[in-house]
C-alpha cells in the first residue's frame, strides 16, 4: 500500500499527560484541543510524515485555578507561545506493528528532538465506509528542557511539581480521499 494521508478524528482521540505532585502523588490532565495530519501507509510506517498541534489554552486538569496558572508566563505562556507542536523526523520499527517516533517537539518557543513509542492499533471501515485507522503512542518529556521551569521547594524536602511529564495519546484518523 502507498501512502496516504489522513486526517487526525479529534472527536475519537485524545492527548492525555500526568506529571508528580508534591513528591507523593500524580496530576493527570489532558488537552481538548488538537489537530494533526499524517502521511502513511498504516502497513509500513517506516515512511510516514506525521505533524501534530496542540491549542495550549485547551488544557483541563479538573482544576480552574491550577489550569489559569498553566495558562501563564509560570508555564506555557499562551499569549506569546498559544500552541505545542511536533512533527515527525523518524519512524523507526521496533516490532509488528511497533514504531519509535522521533521529530520536533516545539513548547514555548523551544524546540527539541522528542521519541515517543507508537503501535499501530488497526485500520477499518467504519459504517459509513471511511477507511480508518488508530494509533496509541507514549512517552515522557523534561518539562524544564522547554524552559517550564516554575517549582516550589517543599519544607519537607523535594519540590512541589516533578520535571518529568509522562504522555499518552490516543490517535483515530480518517482517510483523505
Do not use: C
Amino acid at each position: 500500500m502507498a501512502n496516504a494521508k489522513w486526517t487526525l478524528d479529534a472527536s475519537h482521540s485524545s492527548v492525555d499527560f500526568s506529571i508528580r505532585h508534591m513528591m507523593i502523588a500524580k496530576v493527570k490532565g489532558t488537552f481538548h484541543t488538537f489537530e494533526g495530519n499524517i502521511e502513511a501507509d498504516p502497513a509500513d510506517l517506516t515512511t510516514a510524515n506525521v505533524h501534530f498541534s496542540v491549542d495550549l489554552s485547551s488544557i483541563d486538569t479538573r482544576n480552574s485555578d491550577r489550569d489559569n496558572h498553566l495558562r501563564t508566563a509560570d508555564f506555557f505562556s499562551i499569549e506569546s507561545h498559544p500552541k505545542m507542536t511536533f512533527q515527525s523526523t523518524e519512524f523507526v520499527k521496533t516490532g509488528e506493528g511497533e514504531y519509535d517516533l522521533t521529530g520536533n517537539l516545539t513548547i514555548r518557543g523551544v524546540t527539541r528532538p522528542e521519541t515517543f513509542s507508537v503501535v499501530f492499533e488497526g485500520a477499518g471501515k467504519d459504517p459509513w465506509g471511511n477507511e480508518k485507522v488508530g494509533f496509541s503512542a507514549q512517552g515522557s518529556i523534561k518539562r524544564s528542557d522547554f524552559g517550564l521551569t516554575y517549582n516550589a521547594a517543599l519544607e519537607t524536602g523535594g519540590v512541589l511539581i516533578g520535571d518529568e511529564v509522562k504522555v499518552s495519546i490516543e490517535i483515530e484518523a480518517s482517510k483523505q480521499a
